[in-house]
């Protein structure tokens, strides 16, 4: 009785399976991930075509217009219809979600439906899907073009003339476009400009009422100053009225389903196309350009449409003071905790704190953060330095400094560690063929050691990089907002304002996934939002990879060397 | 003074040379119950090649690295007695131990060359020590790595890594590195060990033009290497120093029966 099954088991050819099998599980899931993101995410952007069809599970028949938007097979029992041809119970069935737009006109614009009832569906190619503004997408035909009012194209157009109303439409739009640009160019910058100055003066007289005293000449300088600007502001208003005026000049009408017309204002329209006339090549341009809408432009609708970027520029700022933070504190940590500290059990203590506040949960850190840095620290600077802004606060509240801060706490054992592990593959040989050149022993960290050791330091950084740009729940308390009303770094002094909200990644998708108002539009970009967040992280750890790779080879070259 | 050094079994050969360094009732413990050295009594002669000898594990790194103080490094290691260099105690308080090891260089089994270029491993002791004028870098970079026989392969590349460089001719670059800051001794742990044979006749060529300006001490496991380089020998066993006298008199008519034995194979 040597073979069958205990020969089998004793070969360890079980154990082999096992292995093969977990590590098999392991990667599925990693691509799984990977793959529904990114199907999710990036499928987002591409424009779908839009049926119109009619819909039999009403009595009598509606007319649909919508786009496919997800489907799923579920138990008919499930389902309640009031039409005939309802399937009985127990079947399985598909259905359908179809996005129906014109939230504002319908008041709902997702609805799931049944394939089976839609009837004579079809892909008109002169049906126009609308980016908006506000309300969501909206499908309908253009059906005429009003200025002022007054219809500069006839109602209702058909066949070659509808095609004219396209151009025509697309036209009016880019203009619209234009002026919106100018708009929001002096909003940003001259607009902005002038509150700062006005801010200032404010905070400037109220300096001098503080310290009282005799102050009459400078309050009068500021006066004068006052006026200036307040001239300048009402310049810039009585330009953008005139601009807003000229961009509510048209208007669009469209025939939707069911056959009401609306009418839309051009200037709420972002982006429009024919999505079922489109050929690949005009498909991919549109897909391109609202990649890059979610990636430069501002977010709409409460986060659901438009771009991701103050999200982008939040994480990277929060991330780039963060690295600015750790890095300098925990490399020298590390040098000294393992390079001068005394070996004893007080050392030994240190580095299993150091290792496990590892381990701490993130939210400690944002209690923390919030009870230390934000109400003490924060606190204190405001009595001391911002007393003319109290009650307001400006210091002692949630803010980027103090987030940068809470994380670079969080990520400074991953730094140590790091580079203490890189100190520690220094080879001894190294360090005695520079103190027996009568180096010291700081010189010989200095130039012999530290320079080695960089590698691993960059490891340790971008370990902490991904692990903060990742990072959710502490933020919440400590400075990251739903909506930020203006990114960290502009061109205001002092450029970087470490002490404004921001928006972040992480707490984007979160917001997107749980607090939307409308799950169904938010889901794709909460998607797009977290397949970014993915792509960036992953590509700082493959880089960290790359780097201990590198580090390895070149310590190879030093012990090849020594034996050939 | 002549009868101090007989009854510590040296003979009156090394005696008529000048001392340079004087080793002096030294012991040496790694941690309380690790002696590796036990009262050793050795005078090592100015500008001449002295060979340390013995089975492994005798304490021949360990008694070369006191002549640096490189032991300091070494956590719960004791030294106990005395090494003067040039009349001075080494061990003392006020001598500044990165003098001391500028004054004593050293050589280790395992070519270290630093990651850096050629250049810059020969520049480091001197950058270290305040040299930043190129044209004084240059000059003392090219006496060093000709004094070391290895100027003429690595003048066109003297930018290019280290580390690129064969075993053999990193040894020679150490041994550059290490007479750019002019030292007076040089101590050679097994420098040659690791390496071909020809990089080795290399180094023992070196080691002999060297001495005339240099007090060598080398450690070798390789007894025709210390019977072709050295001047004088000393044998030790189980850290104590057994015999110390001329390369001749070690290696054809030693006194003890233990280095007799050594000597013809009968151990180690
Ligand atoms: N750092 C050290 N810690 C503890 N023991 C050591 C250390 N270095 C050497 N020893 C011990 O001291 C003895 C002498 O070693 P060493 O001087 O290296 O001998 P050799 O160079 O002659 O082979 C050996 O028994 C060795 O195990
Ligand atoms: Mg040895």
Redesign the interface.
Known sequence: MNGGVSGWYRSGTPWIWLNAGAVAACLAMVFGLLLLLGARGLGHFWPKPVLQANYLAVDPPVTVIGEIADSETVDSGQLQFSAAGAPLSGERIERQLLKLGNRDVTGNDFAWILPSLLDEVEYPERLVTLERREWGNFYGFPSGILQNGEPVAAPSAQGEEADALWSELQRRLNRARQLREEIERIERSIIADINFGMERLRLRERRLQLAGGDSGEELRDIGRQRQTLDAQYAEIRLRLLELNRQIQRDSAIFRVAGGAEVELPVADIVRAYRPNAMNRFEAMGTYLARLFEFLTDDPRESNIEGGLLPAIYGTAMMVLLMSVLVTPLGVVAAVYLSEYAPKGWLTRFIRISVNNLAGVPSIVYGMFGLGFFIYLAGGEIDNLFYSESLPAPTFGTPGLLWASLTLALLTLPVVIVATEEGLANIPASLREGSLALGATKFETLWRVVLPLARPSMLTGLILAVARAAGEVAPLMLVGVVKLAPALPLDTEFPYLHLEQQFMHLGYYVYDLAMQSPNVEAAMPQAFAAAFLLVAVVTALNLSAVVMRGRLRERYKALETGSWS | MNREYEAAGESAAAVELEPCLEVRNLSLHYARTRQALNKIRLTIPRQRVTALIGPSGCGKTSLLRCF?R?ND?V?DCVVTGRIRLEGKNIYSSKIDV??L??RV??V?Q??????KSIYENVA??L???GINSRRRLDEIVQESLEAAALWDEVKDRLHGSA?E???GQ?QRL?IA??LA?EPEVLLLDESAS?LDPISTLKIEELITGLKKNYTIVIVTHNLQQAARVSDYTAFMYMGNLVEFDTTARIFTNPVKRQTEDYITGRYG
Request: charged share 25%; net charge positive; proline share 9%.
């Open positions: 640096n490189l490094l956590d990165t003098e090891r500028r260089g050293m280790f395992k070519p270290n060359p630093f990651p480091f002791g950058r270290i020590r580390l460089l064969s075993g990193q150490v590195r290490t800051v690791a």
